[in-house]
């Protein structure tokens, strides 16, 4: 932890996501802002898909579409139980502040359907050429990893150089995170951020799983 404020606003957000910063919890008013050391970080060109990844894939059992049900998507990650973990850091204020985010083109969702229903997906925030990971639910197996392994072959094809996934999860490292002192994290976040950003709404773009033997799309 290297912060504590009463404040938690989009552009507050922003600032802190710039120097590699970002907000974990709240309690009785206040953020508590993280920077951990070491951080989790996949290069997109480093995405591993596995054989059982790559059967779900190439069945097409889900639709993966990304910005359509941003607030659905982040109300999810936050009603989701996980192991370890009692309760959310995903209350109102940080409902609100990344919605915003999304309204301004800055954070995005990647989402999962199935018959019509959300079934999985994560969001997060872009800044320059990073994605900046924060939450993934999944309500059928393999949702949120479809999800977030088009995701980023939609950003390796967008040019995108860093995926910031926070801390340590065997889920993610699963899918090619690894763990980079946090030194070397910021010293790629500085030049990656200066880059030409891509703001929303996102789209798929056909052929963008297609490396991934996925067969998904963006079409309803």
């Known amino acids: 932890m290297v912060a504590v404020t009463s404040e938690l606003t989009p552009d507050r957000i922003v600032e802190a996501y710039a120097q590699g910063v970002f907000p974990w919890f709240e309690r009785r008013g206040l953020v508590a802002w ?16 596995g054989r059982t990844l790559r059967k779900t894939l190439a069945r097409g059992t889900f639709q993966i579409r990304l910005d359509t049900a941003f607030r659905e998507v982040i109300v999810a990650c936050a009603r989701t139980p996980r192991r370890h973990e009692h309760g959310t850091w995903i209350g109102p204020r940080f409902i609100d502040a990344y919605v915003e985010l999304h309204r301004q083109g800055l954070a995005h969702s990647a989402e999962a359907w199935s018959s019509g ?18 939450s993934m639910f999944s309500k ?16 390796a094809a967008w040019g995108f150089s860093v995926i910031d996934c926070q801390i340590y999860s065997r889920h993610l490292a699963s899918l090619g995170a690894t763990e980079w002192p946090r030194e070397r994290f910021l010293a790629a976040l500085v030049p990656a951020v ?5 703001t929303g709404p996102w789209r798929l773009e056909p052929g963008a799983a297609a490396t991934l033997s996925g067969g998904t799309t963006d079409a309803p």
Not at 34 to 49: A, G, I, N, Y
Not at 194 to 198: K, Y
């Open 140 to 155: 059928a197996p393999d949702a949120s990893k479809v999800a977030f392994a088009t995701l980023v072959s939609q950003l």
């Open 34 to 49: 993280f920077s951990p050391d070491p951080r989790m970080v996949l290069r997109p060109e480093e995405l591993h898909v």
């Open 117 to 134: 229903r959300l079934v999985g997906g994560l969001y997060g925030v872009s800044l320059g050429a990073v994605f900046f990971g924060e």
């Open 194 to 198: 200066r880059r030409p950003g891509r």
